[in-house]
């Protein structure tokens, strides 16, 4: 079953990017030549998604303005010959279709993923958290998607971190192994300093069934008060097998100062126009 709809969650505060982010969203912050957010929905056009379902709060509208044509741009571009400039201008309006729910208060991930429900329906869907940027050959989502082809399970991204890292991350515990795709057996929101049973951190890449709506539901908040997705995860495991793929190829931060600096770097010194 080939899955259409991406879910992006970009309701967030952004507060390891203060005061950048105090009203420009953090997903509107540039990497390299376009915004952090149109860096994932490409990734979710080259894993295979048409639709996107973008979750959004009130003065995030700048990102809904990013993916819509801007007639009077495009007009003086024209009129000026910059045939290329407006070649990237309209890029990002046909990338893909797109779906903008609201998420009035910042209740956490998973409330923010259930935001989606009425627009995603009964299909699984991807979801891909837009802090992060997909480098190497074959984009992380994708990896996952392929993998959802043969498992029809859940799919998670995971990375092994340094074992003093893995209380910031969701951890996953693993037991049967296929290559590079673990089965899960059991999640963790942020384990506590050395209560983690393992080195696998869950990253911003995802494959789910709707099954996950009615699952989110039913959550009451966990960690930080938040509603959390890890605690869905958890509950789909109740019902069924969940999967996760350690995916090649990285995924880059853009969501703090630094992790953003870094990653511009990298990028930079690839690129044919920008190289330092
Ligand atoms: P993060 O916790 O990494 O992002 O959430 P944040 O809350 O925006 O940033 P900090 O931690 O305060 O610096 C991961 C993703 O989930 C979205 C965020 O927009 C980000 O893409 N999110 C998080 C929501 O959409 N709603 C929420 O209530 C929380």
């Not at 490409?42 to 979750?55: L, S, T």
């Not at 995603?120 to 802090?131: I, K, Q």
Request: glycine letters at 10%; a negative charge.
């Amino acid at each position: 079953m080939r899955i259409l709809h991406c879910v992006i969650p970009a309701a967030g505060l952004g507060t390891r990017f203060l005061p950048a982010t105090k009203v420009l969203p953090k997903e509107m912050l540039p990497v390299l030549d376009r915004p952090a957010i149109q860096w994932g929905v490409e990734e979710a056009v080259a894993a295979g998604a048409q639709k996107m379902v973008v979750v959004i709060n009130a003065g995030k509208e700048m990102i809904q303005a990013h993916f819509t044509p801007q007639p009077q741009l495009e007009a003086v571009l024209e009129a000026r010959g910059k045939t290329e400039e407006l070649r990237s201008v309209r890029a990002s309006d046909h990338l893909a279709s797109f779906d903008w729910v609201h998420q009035d208060e910042p209740h956490g991930l998973g409330h923010a993923v259930l935001c989606a429900a009425e627009v995603v329906g009964d299909n699984p869907f991807l979801c891909l958290l837009p802090d992060d940027l997909s480098v190497g050959a074959t984009p992380v989502l994708r990896q996952l998607h392929e993998a959802f082809g043969q498992l029809h399970t859940p799919i998670l991204a995971l990375k092994r971190v340094p074992k003093e890292q893995i209380s910031r991350y969701g951890c996953a515990t693993v037991a049967e192994t296929r290559g590079r795709w673990h089965r899960v057996t059991r999640v963790v929101e942020k384990p506590g300093a050395g209560k983690a049973e393992s080195d696998l951190a869950i990253m911003g890449r995802y494959v789910f069934p709707s099954s996950i709506f009615p699952a989110l539901q039913r959550l009451k908040p966990g960690v930080g008060g938040e509603i959390q997705l890890t605690d869905g995860i958890a509950a789909l495991l109740a019902e069924g097998e969940v999967w996760g793929v350690e995916f090649e190829g990285e995924l880059l931060d853009v969501g703090t100062p630094l992790g953003w600096l870094e990653t511009n770097l990298r990028l930079a010194a690839k690129h044919p126009k920008l190289m330092v």
